[in-house]
Structure formats: C-alpha cells, structure tokens
C-alpha cells in the first residue's frame, strides 16, 4: 500500500519506520511477557490553556492589523475554544468575521462577549456598528446609547448615532449627535463633514459651507472637497474654484464619481443632485471619464 508524505517527511522514511514497527511488534510477540509500561499522556492546566489563547488571541489581532482576515478568524475560533470565557477574545473573533463580511457569524461572537461582559461599552458598540452595517438603525441606536451611558465621553459612539439618525432621516438628532462628536474631540473631521452634509439636507447651505471649508483645513478629504464643490457650484459661487476643488476630490477617491457610492457614505438628495449637476458640466468631462474608468466602488453585502 503507498503511504502518503506527512508533515513534509519523505514516503520512504515513513515506510521505513511502518516496516520497523511491524518487526518490533513481531519481536515482542515471540519475546517473554515483559511488564506493562502505562503510557503517559500530558494534559495542560486549565491555567496554561488560558494563557495559550491570550498568545493565540495577540496572534490573530496582528493578523487583522496586517489585513488578513479569514486568517485572523482561524486562529480567534481556536483561541475562544481554548478559553471560551475571555470576551476578549470574542471580540476579536467578531471583528475577524466582521472585516470577513460574515455579519451572522459575528453578531453571535458579539452576542457572546456581552453576555459575558454586559458593562463593557465597547461590546455595546460593535454591535450597534454592526446593526447599522446591516443597515437596521432601529435596532443600532438602543445599541449604542447603552453604550454611550456605560461611557458617556466616546465620541464615535455618537457619531455612529449620528449616523442611524441620518439612516432614519431624523436630522435634527442626526446634527445633534454629530455635534456631540465634535464636542467631544474637535478635530473628529468625518463628524464635523457629516454636521455639513445634514446642514445642507435642512437648506442652511452657508452654514453648511463654512463646515465644509473647516473641514479641510483638518483633513483634506476627497468627500469635504467634492460636497464643498458642489454646494458653491449650486449657490452660483465662483465656477473655477467649484471645479478645481471638485477635480481634487476625484483624483483623490475616483468613486465619489458614482452616486451609489455617495448613498452608501450617507450623502442626502439635494446634495448627490448638486453634485450630479457639478459633474455633467463639460468642465468636468475629462474628470469625470478619468474617475469613471478609475473607480473600484463594489456594493457591499
């Protein structure tokens, strides 16, 4: 019978040592009766197992920094069978899934860590972050103003309320959330851009305008650009200005060219139509073909 190569060892060597095994058991069978010899087996303490897990958990975390997911989830899936009571590494398991696009899977690995962890703000968190991935704001902002009572000073905890109000088109508590964000950590730019994008929903256009232009002066974002471009492009300001900040944006991000990308970051009508109108200009033609030809935007599960 062939035998297979194990563990990188050559067929030969380990039919060398079948065939040897075979001789010594005939030997020992022809052999006087010699006293049993109990073997014995190591089993880890329940001690080492957890602290195995914690190595295993670090492991998996790093591999999620570096970008590898499914292999993250191998090794957080080993790690909580070792130690299935550290929420920890549930956690880490849930984000594995999460960043694999397995949203049941994860949600249950948040579901667990809560429950063995109920006080813990960040689980509240995720799972609100995960309801609004799913596109299911009723069931996020509970979630996440849990969250915000057990840590009242996290402001991307309010700025993913922010996000469910906007999802139900509640502005006003969208625009108060957002502020809170920015309250909180003034330099949080996607907060103060998202305060511009509902102001212009409500049809405060200068307002709106002034947040985009502060915006920018923290990050220079291709979505602040695009949307600063097309509320002064709309308002009749200065044309070139509006199409150079607009040819910035795309040459930045090529998918703000493509209206379900501005659905999926939350961009409300009147701004995607002032955008369209921007981006149909024969300024913008040969823009608007490059980012067309450059953008990579696929609809998420």
Same mark, same amino acid.
């Given at each position: 019978?062939?035998?297979?190569?194990?563990?990188?060892?050559?067929?030969?060597?380990?039919?060398?040592?079948?065939?040897?095994?075979?001789?010594?058991?005939?030997?020992?069978?022809?052999?006087?009766?010699?006293?049993?010899?109990?073997?014995?087996?190591?089993?880890?303490?329940?001690?080492?197992?957890?602290?195995?897990?914690?190595?295993?958990?670090?492991?998996? !975390?790093?591999? &999620?920094?570096?970008? $590898? #997911?499914? *292999? =993250?989830?191998? @090794?957080?899936?080993?790690?909580?069978? %070792? /130690? +299935?009571?550290?929420?920890?590494?549930?956690?880490?398991?849930?984000?594995?899934?999460?960043?694999?696009?397995?949203?049941?899977?994860?949600?249950?690995?948040?579901?667990?860590?809560?429950?063995?962890?109920?006080?813990?703000?960040?689980?509240?968190?995720?799972?609100? !972050?995960?309801? &609004?991935?799913?596109? $299911? #704001?009723? *069931? =996020?902002?509970? @979630?996440?103003?849990?969250?915000?009572? %057990? /840590? +009242?000073?996290?402001?991307?905890?309010?700025?993913?309320?922010?996000?469910?109000?906007?999802?139900?088109?509640?502005?006003?508590?969208?625009?108060?959330?957002?502020?809170?964000?920015?309250?909180?950590?003034?330099?949080?730019?996607?907060?103060?851009?998202?305060?511009?994008?509902?102001?212009?929903?409500?049809?405060?256009?200068? *307002? =709106?305008?002034?947040?985009?232009?502060?915006?920018?002066?923290?990050?220079?974002?291709?979505?602040?650009?695009?949307?600063?471009?097309?509320?002064?492009?709309?308002?009749?300001?200065?044309?070139?200005?509006?199409?150079?900040?607009?040819?910035?944006?795309?040459?930045?991000?090529?998918?703000?060219?493509?209206?379900?990308?501005?659905?999926?970051?939350?961009?409300?009508?009147?701004?995607?139509?002032?955008? =369209?109108?921007?981006?149909?200009?024969?300024?913008?033609?040969?823009?608007?073909?490059?980012?067309?030809?450059?953008?990579?935007?696929?609809?998420?599960?």
């Amino acid at each position: 019978m062939r035998i297979p190569e194990r563990n990188g060892v050559p067929n030969n060597r380990i039919r060398e040592c079948f065939l040897a095994a075979l001789l010594s058991v005939a030997a020992i069978a022809g052999a006087p009766a010699a006293k049993a010899v109990v073997p014995y087996v190591y089993v880890p303490s329940s001690e080492e197992l957890k602290g195995s897990a914690i190595g295993i958990g670090r492991t998996a !975390a790093q591999l &999620l920094q570096m970008g $590898q #997911p499914q *292999e =993250a989830a191998k @090794l957080a899936a080993l790690a909580v069978r %070792l /130690d +299935p009571q550290d929420e920890r590494l549930w956690s880490v398991l849930a984000e594995a899934q999460l960043r694999s696009d397995d949203l049941e899977q994860a949600g249950q690995s948040l579901a667990r860590a809560k429950e063995l962890n109920p006080d813990k703000a960040g689980l509240w968190f995720a799972q609100g !972050a995960l309801a &609004l991935r799913d596109e $299911q #704001p009723e *069931e =996020a902002i509970p @979630l996440i103003q849990r969250g915000l009572e %057990l /840590d +009242p000073k996290n402001p991307a905890g309010y700025f993913d309320l922010g996000n469910a109000w906007i999802m139900l088109d509640d502005l006003s508590n969208a625009l108060g959330s957002f502020e809170q964000a920015t309250g909180l950590k003034p330099d949080f730019w996607e907060a103060l851009n998202n305060q511009a994008l509902v102001l212009y929903e409500m049809g405060n256009t200068d *307002e =709106a305008i002034q947040r985009w232009r502060a915006v920018l002066r923290i990050e220079e974002n291709a979505e602040p650009l695009l949307a600063l471009a097309a509320a002064l492009h709309q308002r009749g300001d200065d044309s070139d200005d509006a199409f150079n900040l607009a040819r910035e944006a795309l040459a930045k991000e090529p998918n703000y060219v493509l209206p379900p990308h501005q659905v999926e970051q939350l961009w409300g009508g009147k701004i995607r139509q002032a955008a =369209a109108r921007l981006l149909a200009s024969p300024d913008m033609a040969s823009s608007v073909e490059r980012a067309q030809a450059n953008a990579t935007w696929k609809q998420r599960r």
